[in-house]
């Protein structure tokens, strides 16, 4: 959003024509504490200025080829109607606070046009269908949405700019089917969530797939694209819901064998990411180097990992020899090759990262050596982190990749 005028001068310039539609073509500003409400469609045309820092009510359609902007981070826009609204034009709305309530169809906001949100989006009722229409729907750095549900989500397309993480308000066929993202590194970021709520295999087939995986989510699936150019390692979550999600793979993750996938366009094929479950808010979480396609997926229960491997998820870092560093242990040691470790706190922020751990004291004991702003010499709070497991393994290591993802509980007193 861009505030290059410090001092503004308030004053209106409306044509109302024969069909009590209002235009503005001017300059339109709402001060803070003032409010603005307009009953039937709003157009701002190409030479209108529209920025709001009070209160504004549209009861009805509403269309940006002007400005619409912001100068305090304290205007709310409320789209509130008895009929179906649309939010068009060809220039981007930037809004601070949105509220929407529509209750005259189940898909009341039609969006053609660019909503940009810099504060909170309350999605209190009726979904926002910017697929069927083209619109699009942006988050920035501190946005976030609250009541969101299947009744009010965005069917489409949601992109969210800056490094904060986020939860994509996203869904489909009437489902909320929300999937999330960590805090990105670079506050250019910029990614996009959709949801789908049909079968994948047409244009990814299922057949094409990794050995270990053994089912692949058949009724609904994602796309987490990074738009921006910086790479970017980081967290994704996805959710199960026994309205959409198949029991294969809700009884997956009861036994610990849910996984996310992710369709590789390079290999043509799906690959396994990991996965940590989170069985009390029915979510899974992996970290990613690739994004695109990604759904859940099955993998066998009774695996046995590569190698032999066992995974020590406790680190307690006292010296008092037991658990004092997080420990992988294999019964061959010359088995599993290159073996990365990564951990990342509860935000999804980096805390440790190294190739060929275990080598020459090469091991996570508590200590932060990624982005996190902490003091070296100082262990990391306890809590919950996740961990993400990579290595090579056996004679054709080259072709043999496994990857493990899971929870790991510090303790640091």
Not at 215 to 226: A, G, H, L, M
Not at 245 to 273: C, F, H, K, Y
Not at 280 to 296: P, R, S, W
Not at 328 to 340: G, L, P, W, Y
């Amino acid at each position: 959003m861009k505030k290059s005028l410090l001092h503004i001068s308030a004053f209106l310039l409306f044509t109302v024509g024969v069909m009590a539609q209002t235009s503005n073509e001017g300059m339109l500003y709402v001060s803070e504490g003032t409010k603005l409400s307009t009953l039937e469609r709003f157009d701002n045309l190409s030479t209108g200025q529209f920025y709001n820092d009070g209160d504004v009510l549209i009861y009805s359609h509403f269309k940006n080829d002007g400005i619409v902007d912001f100068y305090q981070n304290t205007g709310l826009t409320r789209f509130i109607g008895s009929a179906n609204q649309q939010l068009s034009g060809s220039k981007t709305s930037f809004l601070y606070n949105a509220f929407f309530d529509n209750t005259s169809s189940s898909v009341p906001f039609e969006i053609l046009g660019t909503i940009d949100i810099s504060g909170e989006a309350n999605l209190f009722a009726g979904i926002l269908d910017a697929d069927n229409f083209g619109g699009e729907v942006i988050f920035n750095t501190d946005g976030y949405h609250v009541n969101t549900s299947n009744d009010s989500h965005v069917d489409g397309p949601v992109k969210k700019a800056g490094n904060k993480e986020f939860t994509f308000p996203i869904g489909d066929g009437g489902f909320y089917r929300q999937a999330g993202i960590s805090a990105p590194a670079n506050a250019t970021a910029l990614f996009e969530g959709k949801y789908f709520y049909e079968n994948s295999n047409t244009m990814y087939p299922h057949n094409l797939r990794a050995g270990v995986i053994e089912e692949i989510d058949n009724q609904e699936y994602w796309t987490i694209e990074k738009q921006s150019a910086a790479d970017e390692n980081m967290l994704i979550t996805l959710s199960w819901n026994e309205s959409t999600t198949p029991q294969s793979m809700v009884e997956a993750a009861e036994q610990g064998a849910l996984t996310i996938v992710r369709w590789n366009a390079e290999t043509n094929m799906w690959v396994d990411e990991g996965g940590a479950i989170d069985l009390a808010n029915n979510t899974v979480t992996t970290a990613v180097y690739g994004f695109g396609v990604v759904t859940l997926g099955r993998v066998k229960k009774d695996l046995i990992l590569p190698c032999g491997l066992v995974i020590y998820n406790s680190v307690t870092p006292n010296n008092d020899g037991l658990n004092d560093t997080f420990l992988i242990d294999q019964s061959n040691n010359e088995c599993a090759k290159n073996i990365k470790v990564q951990v990342f706190n509860r935000w999804g922020v980096k805390v440790f990262e190294t190739n060929n751990y275990g080598v020459n004291g090469n091991v996570f004991s508590g200590y932060s050596s990624g982005r996190l702003t902490l003091n070296d010499s100082e262990h990391l709070p306890s809590g919950t982190y996740y961990y993400v497991i990579e290595y090579q393994y056996g004679p054709d290591a080259e072709k043999n990749f496994h990857k493990q993802a899971g929870y790991l509980y510090l303790s640091a007193n």
